[in-house]
């Protein structure tokens, strides 16, 4: 038997699988978990995942997945798994079936296990230490952003006649004994039982698609997204239209940073969750570009580098923008094929004392091995072999190839092949934005 629970913040899900996982019993793997697990034993996966916190960036996407992955076929196939918020996304719904289907496993039921906003609220205010991302303002968004990136994974389950619907406001004991009867079943080769009238109507608001309000006349910028896969350039070519077109260039690796060098509250919040060896929520990732393009000196315009990557992302931008009453203008998608993005990362090297990044085609040292400036031995980021860069290609396909076929179809999307030169490239990045229509 192979279960998966999944509620938002404070809905008691960890409690629940380490309770259930015992009594039936199930191996409970969580993505938290199995994060803190592979930093503690200093695996190949943990050690690449502490340099991704020590550069102020986010944990890829196929890095957690391949933590799960690892997990998983650890385990002999007659051993059943009780997953504990994983998975929060469809890209990883999809990845976990293929994963299952290869290691001669099925997912029996999704546990959807909603709570109210305002018992969220109460629960958050009774936890003990108290978290600086517990205030009201701050939950209510990640609900929001919880209804937006888990909302497609529970209809992907509700469509296959796999979700099981419990709300999980009451107290631990009374979760885990409705839960049990579940169990028993799914045990038992049952499937999960039928919604009921009230559970559908529940589940048929909760998966409806919120609008933003774009009734309003939008104040004349000049928005743009620059978007492409790994080793596409996105950070020197969006420097280089901020530069020609005076804009800020928000990188959401440099916000990110930045937040937590500055010691706001958001990144704070951030550092906490690190802190604890757990992911950083996307609502926070999503709250930083909020709070960024709120700024004056996006006034006229930005160039955005490295957001939205998920459609559920797409959809929180929309919002922003919304709310600003501004309109997103160009989506510059960096069109470079896979392989020769292979070529390009793999061929990356970079000096461990002035960090000057070298290419063993493009820009290669005089002496093999060893800086120009200072004569240190190379070497090569672990995330810039052709195995791991593969494995972000994946993703990115499965992730941000459909939030680019998002905005193609609101008639937003240009694309630009980025195989050539940088300058040439360039130009045509410029024509494109020269030629693109003002407000």
């Known amino acids: 038997m192979n279960v998966a629970l999944i509620g938002p913040t404070c809905a008691g899900k960890t409690t629940c699988a380490t309770l259930l996982g015992d009594a039936f019993p199930l191996r409970h793997l969580s993505t938290g978990q199995v994060l803190r697990e592979n930093q503690a034993q200093r695996t190949a996966l943990g050690i ?13 996407d196929e890095v957690i997945n391949a933590m799960i992955e690892e997990a998983v076929r650890k385990l002999p196939p ?58 009201p303002e701050i939950l209510h968004r990640r609900l929001q952003q919880f209804q937006r990136t888990v909302g497609p994974v529970i209809g992907h389950y509700r469509q296959a006649g796999r979700l099981a619907f419990l709300e999980a406001s009451g107290s631990i004991d009374a979760v885990c004994a409705a ?13 999960p ?62 916000l990110f940073r930045e937040n937590m060098d500055d010691g706001t509250v958001l990144g704070k919040i951030a550092r906490t969750y690190i802190d604890r060896g757990e992911l950083v929520p ?29 459609l559920p992302q797409a959809k929180a931008l929309d919002e922003i923008m919304a709310d600003l009453n501004r309109k997103l203008d160009r989506i510059l998608y960096l069109a470079v094929p896979d392989e020769d993005v292979v070529a390009r990362i793999s061929g990356r090297w970079l000096c461990p004392i002035c960090q000057t990044p070298y290419h063993l085609v493009h820009n290669p040292p005089r002496k093999p091995g060893q ?59 410029l024509q494109v934005v020269q030629q693109t229509p003002r407000r």
């Open 78 to 135: 007659e051993e059943g798994i009780l997953l504990d918020g994983f998975p929060s996304t469809l890209y990883q719904a999809r990845f976990l079936e293929e994963l299952f289907k290869e290691t001669n496993r099925q997912l029996d039921a999704v546990v959807f296990m909603p709570i109210p906003e305002p018992v969220v609220f109460a629960r958050a205010a009774r936890r003990i230490p108290s978290r600086p991302d517990d205030r």
């Open 193 to 254: 039982p039928a919604l009921t009238a009230d559970q559908q109507r529940f589940l048929d608001e909760f998966l409806r698609e919120k609008t933003p309000d774009k009734s309003a006349t939008p104040q004349p910028s000049l928005d743009l997204v620059v978007m492409g896969p790994p080793g596409s350039g996105k950070g020197t070519h969006s420097a280089f239209l901020a530069t020609q077109f005076k804009l800020p260039h928000i990188a959401t690796g440099n």
């Open 179 to 191: 839960l049990t009867p579940v169990f028993e079943d799914l045990r038992r080769r049952q499937p």
């Open 282 to 310: 996307d609502d926070v990732s999503e709250a930083m570009v909020r709070e960024r393009l709120a700024r004056a000196d996006t006034h006229e315009g930005y160039v955005l580098d490295g957001f939205p990557r998920t």
């Open 371 to 429: 800086c120009d400036k200072d004569g240190s031995a190379l070497y090569q980021r672990d995330d810039d072999t052709a195995e791991t860069i593969r494995a972000r290609l994946k993703v990115f396909h499965g992730q941000t190839v459909p939030v680019i076929e998002y905005y193609r179809q609101a008639g937003l999307v240009v694309e630009v092949p980025a195989t050539g030169a940088v300058a040439e490239v360039d130009q045509a990045l």
């Open 48 to 60: 690449l995942t502490r340099k991704y916190v020590e550069r102020g960036e986010l944990v890829p």
